[in-house]
């Protein structure tokens, strides 16, 4: 079935290193991929999105790849700042379904 | 969250009560949408709609009923609540649904309590 998930539910960075937080799908027919960020008591916000016949896109200090053969994506923020600190999810699009299959999320804390 | 407005913010409810939640956004967006989302968990859509006049079941649509009147609103109704419908709901829109890279927009979320 589908399933979108994550490998590590906490991480911790020392502030200005860069975090990479991962997240396995299973499902190949999906038409693209997106990161969310929610901060504590407020909705998800867009980070990034990926088409599935992408391998990488950057964005303003984030970067996304994706790797098909092992049905893996991973979200790079590089030079983390307090105010990333959040939980990030991944969603993947299940074509003709309208719906976001959210993973579990991973909650990313920066220490000073 | 510009855009997408839900009250009420916190709500607590007895079983067996019923409430609907609200949801409306100024975006003119086609598609509107309503999540749950349990401690420690990602999103489950519950109902889903692609226009006015126009709604469908997600994953989860047991004890809730939806109506899209309007293309700016989408209410969640909770016709008898249950201790398992405790959790945060979540509503979200964009302009033509999920294909292409459409931005989706959420609200702040509403903070459900059933005792």
């Known amino acids: 079935g589908e399933s979108v998930g994550l490998h590590l539910p906490t991480l911790s960075v020392q502030e200005g290193d860069n975090s990479i937080i991962n997240c396995a799908y299973s499902?190949?027919?999906?038409?693209?991929f997106i990161w969310y960020k929610q901060e504590s008591g407020k909705g998800p916000q867009f980070i990034i999105d990926?088409?599935?016949?992408?391998d990488k896109r950057q964005g303003q200090r984030v970067t996304v790849l994706l790797n098909k053969t092992v049905k893996h994506l991973s979200l790079q923020i590089a030079a983390t700042q307090p105010g990333d600190s959040a939980v990030y999810f991944c969603?993947?699009?299940?074509?003709?379904?309208?719906?976001?299959?959210f993973g579990q999320g991973t909650r990313l804390t920066i220490n000073p | 969250n510009a855009g997408v407005t839900q009250t009420p913010k916190f709500q607590v409810l007895k079983t067996g009560q019923s409430m609907t939640l609200q949801c409306a956004q100024d975006?003119?967006?086609?598609?509107m949408s309503w999540y749950r989302q349990d401690p420690g968990m990602g999103l489950r859509l519950i109902h889903y709609?692609?226009?006015?006049?126009?709604?469908d079941q997600g994953e989860v649509p047991n004890g809730y009923n939806v109506s899209r009147s309007t293309t700016e609103d989408f209410p969640l109704r909770l016709l008898s609540a249950a201790p398992s419908q405790t959790s945060v709901y979540f509503c979200?829109?964009?302009?033509?649904?999920?294909?292409?890279?459409?931005?989706?927009?959420f609200g702040e979320g509403s903070w459900l309590t059933v005792v």
């Open positions: 979200a829109s964009s302009y033509r649904g999920l294909r292409g890279r459409n931005t989706i927009y």
């Open positions: 499902n190949s027919a999906s038409d693209y």
């Open positions: 990926i088409r599935s016949n992408m």
């Open positions: 969603a993947e699009y299940v074509s003709g379904a309208q719906k976001l299959v």
């Open positions: 975006m003119n967006h086609e598609y």
């Open positions: 709609s692609v226009g006015a006049g126009i709604t």
